[in-house]
């Protein structure tokens, strides 16, 4: 399973006043300059080249039109129709050929479509007023409607530094919701119109910590945050992606000192579920409960409580407390119906209740609107370990799937090496998943990639060297069962059979049913191993 992270937050400012100095605002410079953009280059998809300013206020007129003319209609019938054909693969499974399916997925996604996001239900803001523009849009849940008032609004005021900021937020919140990485170019080009406007504003700097953390560039997402934060020491964005940058590195003891740190400056949700990831991290299982009830019970907005009872239902879900977990999740799907965490969430804690119809329906509804690699492979392995007709091919249409995302990903400037990793030694190439992983250990030596390395080696026939790095995964006490089981299955294949047994029934005693072919093959292991006794 891919480790848990901050993604499926909303990018929002919320109404928590720092304990000391306020946060800037945006300011606009003066509105006397020049004519507009003109065709606001950030609009066009990821694949075609950004078209430059215009100094003629006919011709930026003209190309205002007909951008508007082609973003209608990529984001009207030609998109919504490429996400269709995707949806209606997912919903037949019929026996397609995986180069098709693959292309109709890039096509969709680099089309900047899959339109179907997870919206909320806060009135939306009208194109002509100040809130169009302010940070504070991003709350109010209806992405695509924020987006095009700030277009609106940047085409009159070109010079609004604070507004560029904001869209290149919404771009990355746009690119994570909606798995669409072609996105992420566009909210660069956002961010850097932001700066080039004024170089030392705080929110386009936390703004580019943002996008280079969704791109797993965490090293750069790091350098940004501290820029920001040297402008805004209380920038709520710039605080949380500096805590996301540092586990995302592995650091972290100077994870928890930026998670208190960003307690006493900006206490709130975004805050305090870092603050309980990074306990859990470290097996504090207890204090990450307890946190992240304190910022539900804070939590006002809908998608501030989809994306905390979520993080609860993980939580809950990691113990193997199944019941507790569906019951977060039917919490959070009551505030948003459509919250990608919170649907896979679910299906996982149906199967492994043993609900796996119900479970095999619902990642099937969700492949069908984002083919994200997590829940791709997870539908892949509920076919597998159904073994009915034809299930073979329906899990292999997936785990082919998830090689066409990864690319789309990398072509976009996202870093996917853990995801290639994860996914490719089950059920893809193990010399790719090798190379990936030990490309993702020399930038970061996080518990997840120390157990994505582990496992590929063991994959691979390097056992011995596997075992060092099953051993780090485990280090921080970080409750995992997939951790623990490949631990267990590296010792057993490295002769180390009490060791194997701890670990294999530590981890179906933590979460029996952690994964639908993992548990099986944890459960064989063991037996063979009681049996050699």
């Known amino acids: 399973m891919s480790p848990r992270t901050n993604d499926g937050e909303p990018e929002s400012e919320h109404a928590v006043a720092p304990q000391a100095a306020p946060e800037a605002s945006s300011q606009v410079d003066s509105q006397d300059e020049a004519?507009?953009?003109?065709?606001?280059?950030?609009?066009?998809?990821?694949?075609?080249?950004?078209?430059?300013?215009?100094?003629?206020?006919?011709?930026?007129?003209?190309?205002?039109?007909?951008?508007?003319?082609?973003?209608?209609?990529?984001?009207?019938?030609?998109?919504?129709?490429?996400?269709?054909?995707?949806?209606?693969?997912?919903?037949?499974?019929?026996?397609?050929?995986?180069?098709?399916?693959?292309?109709?997925?890039?096509?969709?996604?680099?089309?900047?479509?899959?339109?179907?996001?997870?919206?909320?239900?806060?009135?939306?803001?009208?194109?002509?007023?100040?809130?169009?523009?302010?940070?504070?849009?991003?709350?109010?849940?209806?992405?695509?409607?924020?987006?095009?008032?700030l277009q609106a609004h940047l085409r009159a005021q070109p010079k609004d530094f604070g507004s560029w900021a904001t869209l290149g937020l919404a771009y990355v919140e746009q690119a994570r919701t909606k798995g669409d990485p072609s996105r992420y170019p566009q909210a660069e080009q956002a961010l850097k119109k932001s700066l080039s406007l004024r170089a030392d504003n705080d929110e386009a700097l936390a703004g580019q910590a943002a996008l280079a953390a969704a791109r797993h560039q965490f090293a750069d997402a790091l350098k940004y945050a501290d820029r920001a934060l040297k402008e805004n020491p209380y920038s709520e964005r710039a605080l949380c992606s500096r805590i996301d940058a540092l586990v995302e590195l592995g650091r972290y003891d100077d994870a928890e000192k930026?998670?208190?740190?960003?307690?006493?400056?900006?206490?709130?949700?975004?805050?305090?579920?870092?603050?309980?990831?990074?306990?859990?991290?470290?097996?504090?299982?207890?204090?990450?409960?307890?946190?992240?009830?304190?910022?539900?019970?804070?939590?006002?907005?809908?998608?501030d409580i989809a994306y905390v009872a979520s993080q609860l239902g993980q939580l809950a879900w990691n113990q193997g407390q199944y019941d507790e977990a569906l019951d977060h999740y039917a919490r959070a799907l009551a505030a948003d119906d459509s919250y990608l965490p919170a649907l896979e969430g679910r299906a996982r804690a149906q199967a492994a209740s043993g609900r796996q119809a119900e479970a095999v329906k619902g990642l099937e509804a969700v492949v069908a609107r984002y083919p994200l690699p997590g829940p791709l492979v997870e539908l892949g392995e509920l076919y597998e370990a159904r073994g009915a007709k034809g299930d073979k091919d329906k899990a292999q249409n997936q785990y082919s799937l998830v090689d066409a995302w990864t690319a789309i990903a990398r072509a976009n400037g996202v870093n996917a090496d853990l995801d290639t990793a994860l996914a490719a030694a089950d059920h893809g190439d193990k010399a790719t998943a090798l190379r990936a992983a030990r490309d993702d250990w020399s930038r970061r030596h996080t518990v997840?990639?120390?157990?994505?390395?582990?496992?590929?080696?063991?994959?691979?026939?390097?056992?011995?060297?596997?075992?060092?790095?099953?051993?780090?995964?485990?280090?921080?006490?970080?409750?995992?069962?997939?951790?623990?089981?490949?631990?267990?299955?590296?010792?057993?294949?490295?002769?180390?059979?009490?060791?194997?047994?701890?670990?294999?029934?530590?981890?179906?005693?933590?979460?029996?049913?952690?994964?639908?072919?993992?548990?099986?093959?944890?459960?064989?292991?063991?037996?063979?191993?009681?049996?050699?006794?």
């Not at 693959?102 to 806060?122: E, H, K, N, Y």
Request: with cysteine.
């Open 448 to 533: 997840h990639t120390a157990d994505a390395l582990a496992w590929a080696l063991h994959v691979n026939g390097k056992d011995a060297e596997a075992l060092t790095y099953a051993r780090q995964a485990t280090a921080t006490g970080y409750h995992n069962a997939t951790f623990l089981y490949h631990r267990g299955v590296i010792e057993k294949a490295t002769d180390h059979p009490e060791d194997a047994r701890t670990h294999l029934s530590a981890a179906l005693k933590l979460n029996p049913g952690f994964s639908p072919l993992g548990a099986r093959e944890a459960r064989t292991a063991l037996k063979t191993l009681e049996a050699d006794k």
């Open 258 to 303: 930026a998670a208190n740190l960003a307690d006493e400056r900006r206490p709130g949700v975004p805050v305090f579920t870092r603050y309980a990831y990074v306990h859990e991290l470290r097996g504090d299982v207890t204090t990450a409960r307890r946190v992240l009830n304190q910022a539900l019970s804070a939590s006002t907005s809908p998608g």
């Open 35 to 149: 004519a507009p953009d003109g065709d606001l280059a950030v609009e066009t998809p990821a694949s075609e080249k950004p078209v430059s300013e215009e100094t003629s206020s006919q011709t930026a007129s003209s190309q205002t039109a007909s951008s508007e003319k082609a973003a209608e209609g990529l984001e009207g019938d030609v998109k919504v129709a490429a996400v269709r054909r995707v949806a209606a693969a997912g919903r037949r499974w019929r026996s397609v050929e995986l180069g098709a399916c693959a292309a109709m997925l890039a096509v969709a996604l680099t089309a900047g479509s899959i339109a179907l996001g997870a919206l909320r239900d806060d009135p939306q803001p009208q194109v002509a007023t100040a809130a169009a523009v302010s940070p504070g849009l991003l709350a109010s849940g209806d992405l695509d409607t924020a987006i095009k008032a």
